[in-house]
Nanobody, 115 residues
Framework: QVQLVESGGGLVQPGGSLRLSCAASGSIFSINSMGWYRQAPGKQRELVAAITSGGSTNYIDSVKGRFTISRDNAKNTLYLQMNSLKPEDTAVYYC?????????WGQGTQVTVSS
């Protein structure tokens, strides 16, 4: 089992920044990849950014150049640095981890971009 706990969400003005954190615990040695998803009201959950155990990253086009996914293996923590935030980035952001057998989800953290 893998447990994921997100933090760092909140209310920010357009153009502002936030950093999300996801603390992982449990069978973290089994994790192959991790990522951040988001779900806005009335929309499907979408993958925002992902990082493999080898450090390869990928992003959806709408956040390229603004968001950066990273991880600190010593702290078992995944991060999402979000800069130049836009109102359309408003959503609940979820941390996700996958191993060979299944995926795990955090409880989500709300990000609201509004003036």
């Amino acid at each position: 089992q893998v447990q994921l706990v997100e933090s760092g969400g909140g209310l920010v003005q357009p153009g502002g920044s936030l950093r999300l954190s996801c603390a992982a615990s449990g069978s973290i040695f089994s994790i192959n990849s991790m990522g951040w998803y988001r779900q806005a009201p009335g929309k499907q959950r979408e993958l925002v950014a992902a990082i493999t155990s080898g450090g390869s990253t990928n992003y959806i086009d709408s956040v390229k150049g603004r968001f950066t996914i990273s991880r600190d293996n010593a702290k078992n923590t995944l991060y999402l640095q979000m800069n130049s935030l836009k109102p359309e980035d408003t959503a609940v952001y979820y941390c996700q981890a996958s191993n060979t057998w299944r995926g795990y989800w955090g409880q989500g953290t709300q990000v609201t971009v509004s003036s």
